[in-house]
């Protein structure tokens, strides 16, 4: 299974992005998926997840302003980035729960930069 995520650039604070990631290959079926970031000199963090259910979760930094969303028909999960502020600049990594013989995948990562 492999991830392709889409939607990262630049923008003001303030501003907004959205990223898309897109599963495909041999899915038997596909558990939670979510977004994780690293900003230089930072370990990688969750920002947020959803469940095949549509449970989500989010970091309290992001809380109230990001929405995931995913859609299953598509393999694909959505983030929905609103007010954004210089400290949210980092590489966004998708991410996925996998079932079948292939237990987790990731995405190739984009780049997320908001200047002040």
């Known amino acids: 299974v492999q991830l392709q995520a889409s939607g990262g650039g630049l923008v003001q604070a303030g501003g907004s992005l959205r990223l898309s990631c897109a599963a495909s290959g041999s899915i038997f079926g596909i558990n939670a998926m979510g977004w994780y970031r690293q900003a230089p000199g930072k370990q990688r963090e969750l920002v947020a997840s959803?469940?095949?259910?549509?449970?989500?979760n989010y970091a309290d930094s992001v809380r109230g302003r990001f929405t995931v969303s995913r859609d299953n028909a598509k393999n694909t999960v959505y983030l929905q980035m609103n007010s954004l502020k210089p400290e949210d600049t980092a590489v966004y990594y998708c991410?996925?729960?996998?079932?079948?013989?292939?237990?987790?995948?990731w995405g190739q990562g984009t780049q997320v930069t908001v200047s002040s």
């Open positions: 991410n996925a729960h996998l079932k079948g013989p292939q237990t987790r995948a």
């Open positions: 959803i469940t095949s259910g549509g449970t989500t």
